[in-house]
């Protein structure tokens, strides 16, 4: 496609249920980037995939969250047993390298809530 | 480590006011790159500029300015003549290191009355 583009763009969930968003890079970006925005807050990173490199999961708020990204194309994030504190927006973004040599392109983001 | 700091949080001017949104980094690298971010009400980000650690030359595209200073570890926006169209959040970003994740700041919402 022409963009970054996740699915779904909305999520309405069960605390405790498993939650899987998915993120479409734009094609050939070897760089891809999950961040979460709290309602008005700043982007929180999570976690960062530059390639064959094994991924920087630096940001992941804990062992519920995991992410992984098939064939250095489509990613998964997914969030186990969710609590409301994951309610967020979920952006997604993939840049051409990853060195910060190229401008990352986001996507629309998934609006989750935790009931 | 990495860090991007600003310090606005919010901004109101009256349009056709002119407005600087300031970017604070910390980098121990030499090499870096810094970004800045446009999120407006819709809600996608949408890139505005990239600047690499070595070309401190200001930069100038209509009506906004970006100011790279290394001396003082900052990299402002100004816009001119502000709109109302430029209500938005503006995120300074930041890449360094082998990695080169790139980090943001909080963020800057700026809001432009008519």
């Known amino acids: 496609g022409a963009g970054v583009s996740q699915s779904p763009s909305n999520k309405v969930t069960e605390k405790g249920k498993d939650v899987e968003l998915r993120c479409d890079p734009i094609s050939g970006h070897t760089a891809l980037y999950w961040y979460r925005q709290s309602l008005g807050q700043g982007l929180e990173f999570l976690i960062y995939f530059q390639g064959n490199s094994a991924p920087d999961k630096s940001g992941l708020p804990s062992d519920r969250f995991s992410a992984e990204r098939t064939g250095g194309s489509v990613s998964t994030l997914t969030i186990q047993r969710t609590q409301q504190e994951d309610s967020a927006v979920y952006l997604c973004?993939?840049?051409?390298?990853?060195?910060?040599?190229?401008?990352?392109?986001f996507g629309q983001g998934t609006r989750l809530t935790v009931v | 480590a990495q860090k991007v700091t600003q310090a606005q949080t919010e901004i109101s001017v009256v349009e056709k006011e002119d407005v600087t949104l300031d970017c604070v980094y910390e980098t121990r690298d030499t090499t870096y790159y810094l970004f800045w971010y446009k999120q407006p009400p819709s809600g996608e980000l949408v890139f505005l500029i990239r600047r690499n650690s070595f070309d401190e030359q200001n930069e100038i595209s209509g009506r906004y300015s970006w100011n790279f200073q290394k001396s003082t570890s900052s990299f402002n926006f100004t816009i001119t003549a502000s709109q109302v169209v430029d209500s938005a959040v503006y995120f300074c970003?930041?890449?360094?290191?082998?990695?080169?994740?790139?980090?943001f700041g909080t963020g800057t919402k700026l809001q432009v009355i008519p």
């Open positions: 970003a930041l890449s360094s290191g082998g990695y080169q994740k790139v980090t």
């Open positions: 973004a993939s840049s051409l390298g990853g060195q910060g040599r190229t401008e990352a392109f």
